[in-house]
């Protein structure tokens, strides 16, 4: 059972442009929701991450925004470079426990 | 401290060998991870130490998966015989939940393992 759904598998992205990547997710026990970040050859690292109890965070160009009653959260990227280029993760976990994953969308943003 | 590390970077076994890697997590971060990830997949989850303590097991792991987390330091995870469809990238991630991280992974670059 997939307990972290994220689309869309790729985007294509203008430099300059705003990326975005949604996630929804089935257990309501999470309470801690990263975004990772993979370059080819290397691990995920962490972005950014957010809690159930704000409806956004914005750390320098990316913001997470959530919605809880949905069950959903998304990824915005705002004026996307080339540089962002990657695989990015969506996860959830809930009271100290392991991470679940999405299964990632590979973002390519073109000059 | 220079983040986790892990050893080798690439494992190439003949199907049937044993093959085991090693991980070293950041020294204040009292729990381990192990993922496998697939190629287009992300991350899943195989096993985690709080210290020494193996606190869950996948059960997606077959008996032939064993970690180990002696004193609580680095970690091994051993694969006993083989399979080709055990090649995957092997993470490792240490975290320190009451630290200034909470719960945020740190991950090693990984040991890619290809069975032949």
């Known amino acids: 059972q997939q307990q972290v759904k994220q689309s869309p598998q790729s985007l294509i992205v203008q430099k300059g442009g705003i990326s975005i990547i949604n996630c929804a997710y089935e257990?309501?026990?999470?309470?801690?929701f990263p975004w990772y970040q993979q370059f080819p050859g290397k691990g995920p690292a962490l972005l950014i991450a957010?809690?159930?109890?704000?409806s956004e965070k914005k750390e320098g160009r990316f913001t997470i925004s959530f919605n809880k009653s949905a069950k959903q959260f998304s990824l915005h990227i705002m004026d996307s470079q080339p540089g962002d280029s990657a695989t990015y993760f969506c996860?959830?976990?809930?009271?100290?426990?392991?991470?679940?994953f999405g299964t990632g969308t590979k973002l390519q943003v073109i000059p | 401290d220079t983040g986790v590390s892990q050893d080798p970077r690439h494992k190439i076994t003949k199907r049937g060998q044993n093959v085991t890697f090693r991980c070293d997590p950041i020294s204040e971060h009292n729990r381990l991870y192990w993922y496998r990830q697939t190629l287009g997949q992300g991350p899943e989850f195989l096993t985690y130490?709080?210290?020494?303590?193996?606190?869950?097991k996948s059960r997606l792991l077959s008996d032939r998966f064993s970690a180990e987390r002696p004193k609580g330091s680095f970690s091994t995870l051993e694969i006993q015989r083989t399979e080709q469809g055990d090649s995957a990238m092997y993470l490792c991630?240490?975290?320190?939940?009451?630290?200034?991280?909470?719960?945020?992974?740190?991950f090693g670059s990984g040991t890619r393992l290809t069975v032949v």
């Open positions: 130490f709080q210290n020494e303590a193996q606190l869950e």
């Open positions: 957010i809690r159930p109890d704000v």
């Open positions: 996860a959830a976990s809930g009271g100290y426990q392991k991470v679940t």
């Open positions: 991630a240490s975290s320190n939940p009451h630290g200034k991280e909470g719960y945020g992974y740190t």
């Open positions: 257990n309501t026990a999470f309470d801690y």
